[in-house]
Nanobody, 117 residues
């Protein structure tokens, strides 16, 4: 059974940082691209970032370039999202997903990030 469990969310002040983690199990993690997506209150799902199976290729939504960094540790079956210079508009539930541009077929339950003073 595929499981994706996000952690690391919380309340942070504008300009602060958080590091999200996603623990994966039930599939061969190193075989797949992985993605982060988010959903702000009352808004649609928004793609955040993707990383290739070996971490060699990454891509970001334009507004997050230079502030967010996606990474992975295939030995630990874990996906990460380092978020710096956080803004109030980054407030959302963040989900990790198995897959990338070819489609995402499994999702975690998400972790809430609240950026507020």
């Amino acid at each position: 059974e595929v499981q994706l469990v996000e952690s690391g969310g919380g309340l942070v002040q504008p300009g602060g940082s958080l590091r999200l983690s996603c623990a994966a199990s039930g599939f061969t993690f190193s075989d797949y691209s992985m993605s982060w997506v988010r959903q702000a209150p009352g808004k649609r799902l928004e793609w955040v970032s993707v990383i290739s199976w070996n971490g060699g290729t990454t891509n970001y939504e334009e507004s997050m370039k230079g502030r967010f960094t996606i990474s992975r540790d295939n030995a630990k079956n874990t996906l990460y999202l380092q978020m710096n210079s956080l803004k109030s508009e980054d407030t959302a539930v963040y989900y990790c997903a198995k897959g990338g541009n070819g489609g995402m077929d499994y999702w975690g339950k998400g972790t809430l990030v609240t950026v507020s003073s």
